[in-house]
T-cell receptor
Framework: DAKTTQPPSMDCAEGRAANLPCNHS???????VYWYRQIHSQGPQYIIH???NNETNEMASLIITEDRKSSTLILPHATLRDTAVYYC?????????????FGTGTRLKVLA | DTEVTQTPKHLVMGMTNKKSLKCEQH?????MYWYKQKAKKPPELMFV???????INESVPSRFSPECPNSSLLNLHLHALQPEDSALYLC?????????????????FGSGTQLSVL
């Protein structure tokens, strides 16, 4: 199964862009990259996902390198409420269904 | 309704107790998941049900027994747990429309059950 690696923690000033990297060098061609975040001990919340192309939605942008071995989640204007643990996840097709395999996570702290 | 509801929110049990965790969704999703999350660690997949059949068991000890009575409900039966089983147990669901429509699949998580085993 593909695995992801993330830096354990990052700080970002409020109002600035937060760029969170993820390495997934063993990803296969049909495996999607997902990003979720988790605040305190609540359930993880979906942010964005993609396969090859860059993606943008109302929450964030996802930049995937051409070789698909890494990606970056961009929160364009971080707020204090964006302080959370961010997980980079690979979705693997197996046994007729999907496994969503979590990376180690990056604890993002947005500073006032 | 885009919610996954888990009950109870908190559970304390002894090592000889039998208890059950419950998860419910009414989004018409056909895949349901159990994850276990220890403090300051990422969620780890335990089980996946697809169309009410157990598709994935990630070598979970038999003291954890999943059950999917219908497409909206998922249970996790607990028996003879150990203190190291104390964790946040998360349920999730996804639409699972088949490979050719897999582009917009995503997981919806419940808020979890915080389990303490004494």
């Amino acid at each position: 199964d593909a695995k992801t690696t993330q830096p354990p923690s990052m700080d970002c000033a409020e109002g600035r862009a937060a760029n969170l990297p993820c390495n997934h060098s063993t990803i296969s061609g049909n495996e999607y990259v997902y990003w979720y975040r988790q605040i305190h001990s609540q359930g993880p919340q979906y942010i964005i996902h993609g396969l090859k192309n860059n993606e943008t939605n109302e929450m964030a942008s996802l930049i995937i390198t051409e070789d698909r071995k890494s990606s970056t989640l961009i929160l364009p204007h971080a707020t204090l409420r964006d302080t959370a643990v961010y997980y980079c996840i690979v979705r693997v097709a197996t046994s007729g269904t999907y496994k969503y395999i979590f990376g180690t996570g990056t604890r993002l702290k947005v500073l006032a | 309704d885009t919610e996954v509801t888990q009950t109870p929110k908190h559970l304390v049990m002894g090592m000889t107790n039998k208890k059950s965790l419950k998860c419910e969704q009414h989004m018409g999703h056909r895949a349901m998941y159990w994850y276990k999350q220890k403090a300051k660690k990422p969620p780890e997949l335990m089980f996946v049900y697809s169309y009410e059949k157990l598709s994935i068991n990630e070598s979970v000890p038999s003291r954890f027994s999943p059950e999917c009575p219908n497409s909206s409900l998922l249970n996790l039966h607990l028996h003879a747990l150990q203190p190291e089983d104390s964790a946040l147990y998360l349920c999730a669901s996804s639409q699972e429309r088949g490979e050719w429509k897999a582009t917009n699949e995503k997981l919806f998580f419940g808020s979890g059950t915080q389990l303490s085993v004494l």
